[in-house]
């Protein structure tokens, strides 16, 4: 394979109409389907050390990308050959992990810049399926590439509107027993400036199931702030735990701990309101 290993301004045009011509393509794109995908490694090396690591060292002549779409990968080429990309929700997620797989800069960037523009554009008026859209392409930017960027976006983003709880907040949480200890983290960052709001959904689904401290009731009582809670609604924070306290199936144990954990939250308020 013949392979640059000189830098050259990318992204640059390359000629998209190379990217379909056989006697052209020395790299081999094995797609989902059977279908295969040609492009020359000179091209490719331009924008990206790892190609040249690839071809160069490993000597490869192809590649499995039958982890993405077709639509994809056809797009992700097709940038680094005209140095331009049009991005949506249905390639976006992969194109941003095919930049971080094969180390392409600039087009990472664009994919944070497509994604920066569709928080930028979030308001009041953003439907749900949007909302839920950002947040699962941030948890998984931060859990696949390890990059919490675009996910502190989302949250920032979200807690900042005024009807967050009845936008986003309520309708994520309705699979309350259901969520994981990231979501429920999320939650609670969304819902820094006004705790309380997560407590008035944990006292609706503590009544409505009516049995026992599950989980997530229990994880949310140990990570908000509880002390905030109760100098924003002091008769919410007591009928919460009033709730807590009569359940049905409570083992002492249980009960003991929330008992403790009431004593402790009082203690502290007691502590803050006199030192302060």
């Known amino acids: 394979a013949v392979v640059s290993t000189q830098s050259t301004g990318v992204p640059a045009d390359f000629g998209v109409e190379n990217l379909y011509q056989e006697f052209h393509g020395n790299v081999v794109f094995k797609m989902q389907g059977g279908e295969v995908m040609r492009a020359n490694s000179m091209i490719l090396s331009y924008h990206s050390q790892e190609f040249v690591r690839l071809f160069l060292e490993l000597h490869q002549t192809e ?134 709001e997560l407590l008035k959904i944990m006292k609706l689904n503590v009544k409505k199931s009516n049995r026992t401290l599950d989980k997530t009731t229990k994880y949310l009582l140990q990570t908000i702030d509880l002390c905030q809670c109760m100098n924003e609604d002091i008769p919410l924070f007591e009928d919460v735990f009033d709730v807590l306290e009569n359940l049905p199936k409570l083992t002492q144990e249980e009960i003991n701990w929330i008992l403790k954990l009431y004593r402790k939250v009082i203690r502290k308020s007691r502590w803050f309101i006199k030192f302060n």
């Not at 008026?125 to 392409?137: H, I, S």
């Not at 994520?172 to 939650?187: G, H, I, K, N, R």
């Open 63 to 196: 590649l499995d990308m039958e982890d993405f779409s077709v639509d994809s990968v056809r797009a992700f080429l097709e940038a680094l050959y005209s140095g331009s990309i049009v991005l949506n929700r249905e390639i976006f997620r992969e194109v941003s992990k095919m930049c971080h797989v094969f180390k392409v800069e600039w087009l990472s960037w664009r994919c944070t810049d497509y994604f920066g523009s569709l928080v930028k554009d979030v308001t009041s008026q953003t439907d749900y399926d949007t909302f839920l859209f950002l947040l699962e392409e941030g948890r998984y930017s931060a859990r696949a590439v390890k990059c919490d960027k675009l996910l502190n976006l989302v949250v920032k983003k979200i807690g900042s509107l005024a009807n967050r709880v009845r936008l986003f907040v309520e309708p994520y949480m309705s699979s309350y027993v259901e969520l994981d200890t990231d979501q429920l983290d999320l939650m609670v960052q969304i819902n820094k400036t006004s705790p309380s």
